[in-house]
């Protein structure tokens, strides 16, 4: 039937990252594309899409502070580097402090209860609670979000409570009033391997007063990964430390927002030298309220290095892996995969180009049967085929549901192909739980994803559909949920 079976593989790669056993130096994975990054003067670096920078070295210089503006879909900062990291300046990644009440010192207008913001890849805080009829202040985003202050009761009736700090490496602190009335801290979350790469989530808000909004909680530290295939070396700072919450200057007349926690700083390289700064300190609450909010956790910091000669310790102290154990990976391996691995029974090729994958022989008879193959997919999802021929309407089947297990499933499905060249595409779309739907927040405007579709495009990419509670949808890249990765 002389069939071409073009851009027939729908794979979601993991990034680099070092195999088990290899011997050889740690290679980060980047492509160099970007060059080196050699600022003289402080600057203010914008995120791309990806979030990830390819480099063949990075040196900022004694005196040189590096910022990051978020992207649309606020990824962590990827920094890889074909060679050396150098930072005798300073990187920063911290999340800022929510907005003052009160017109005697914070030098802004119009900015009373405004949250801080999460640094690239971190969580903003929550807005400070407004006078009348909505007193309680907003909860802070993120995994680990701090609740909101409230109006007390029980011993504490019609006092404006403070925020709440947000968790990370450990629960945000809890504010009781009079042991009685408590606005809860932020939960924890995620690993000590730091995989997935995600920052610090945000402060709650503090509940109003009668006459003045409440203070904005601190926003969270952001998320940096740097992976050098030589060496890294720190006699700077690099910071992810969380906001605080704003303070109230009005003469206790409303609560104060909580703290933000602290960000993600994981480095992987060759050699980690130096003594330099790690911080991913919690923010601390404002001050000046009637009852102000509480503090947040600390973040989390990870070295994996095969030799250093670093001696101080990071704030909070940082892991490591066992002794011996190479670095790696740089991204989290096992991202759910959907593939077509075959048609009428020729396998498709490891690695497709797009055009001309597959070629079926003319006297091939119809149906053909097509057989996907997902990775961390639950079984019980079914697969939907498309069939777009180079002239005419599309053909779509669906699949029978997955069997076997999440972790390597298969599926298969009958159509009648049409004579010459068509592309097929395959798209599936499946349910994940609660706390991985949290994860995803960043990527679905900070609202919980319900379900994930994964999907080949025509002639394109390979594309990520998250479909949140409220059933809007975001597409987002491959490159982009490969740093988010899949916690579970």
Not at 11 to 27: E, I, K, M, N, R
Not at 196 to 212: A, D, R, W
Not at 374 to 387: A, D, K
Request: proline content about 6%; aromatic content about 6%.
């Amino acid at each position: 039937m002389n069939f071409i079976a073009k851009s027939i593989v729908a794979t979601f790669a993991a990034g680099a990252f070092l195999a088990p056993g290899v011997a050889s130096a740690f290679t980060s994975g980047s492509s160099g594309a970007d060059g080196a990054f050699n600022p003289t003067v402080n600057a203010t670096v914008q995120v791309p899409p990806s979030g990830i920078f390819n480099y063949t070295s990075v040196l900022i210089p004694i005196g040189v502070t590096v910022t990051y503006q978020r992207n649309t879909t606020n990824t962590p900062v990827v920094v890889l580097a074909t060679g050396d990291v150098t930072i005798n300046g300073t990187i920063n990644i911290s999340g800022t402090a929510g907005a003052a009440v009160g017109a005697a010192g914070d030098g802004a207008f119009g900015d009373d209860g405004a949250p801080g913001a999460g640094g690239p890849g971190g969580f903003d805080g929550g807005r400070g609670g407004l006078t009348g009829s909505f007193r309680t202040g907003g909860a802070g985003t993120g995994p680990g979000g701090g609740n909101g202050g409230f109006i007390g009761v029980s011993g504490c009736v019609g006092t404006p409570l403070g925020g709440a700090g947000a968790g990370y490496a450990n629960a945000g602190s809890t504010f009781f009033c009079q042991g009685s009335t408590g606005v809860i801290g932020g939960p924890a979350y995620g690993s000590s391997q730091i995989l997935p790469l995600i920052g610090g989530s945000g402060g709650g808000g503090g509940s109003s007063g009668t006459t003045f909004v409440g203070t904005g909680g601190g926003g969270g530290g952001g998320a940096l990964l740097v992976a050098a295939s030589g060496t890294v070396n720190i006699t700077g700072s690099v910071l992810a430390n969380g906001g605080n919450g704003g303070n109230e200057l009005t003469s206790n007349n409303s609560a104060t927002g909580g703290g933000g926690s602290g960000g993600a700083i994981r480095i992987l390289a060759t050699a980690i030298n130096g003594n330099g700064t790690l911080s991913a300190v919690g923010g601390v609450t404002g001050t000046g309220g009637i009852f102000n909010g509480s503090n947040a956790s600390v973040g989390r910091i990870r070295l994996e290095y095969e030799t250093t000669n670093r001696t101080a310790t990071s704030n909070p102290i940082h892991t490591q892996p066992l002794p011996g154990t190479p670095p790696g990976p740089v991204f989290v391996a096992g991202t759910p995969t959907l593939t077509i691995s075959s048609v009428a029974g020729v396998s498709a090729p490891a690695s497709p180009t797009g055009n001309a994958d597959i070629t079926l022989a003319a006297t091939t008879p119809n149906p053909v049967t097509v057989v996907f193959t997902t990775v961390g997919v639950p079984v019980g999802n079914i697969v939907q085929l498309t069939v777009t021929p180079a002239y005419g309407d599309r053909i779509s089947a669906i699949s029978p549901a997955l069997t076997g297990s999440t972790t390597s499933a298969t599926a298969s499905v009958s159509v009648n192909l049409p004579v010459g060249p068509s592309v097929l595409s395959a798209q599936t779309t499946f349910t994940i739980v609660a706390s991985l739907g949290d994860l995803l927040r960043n990527f679905a405007g900070n609202e919980r994803v319900e379900k994930v579709t994964l999907m080949a495009t025509l002639g394109g990419p390979s594309k990520v559909k998250l479909i949140t509670v409220s059933g809007k949808e975001y597409d987002a890249s491959a490159e982009a949920l490969r740093i988010a990765a899949w916690g579970g």
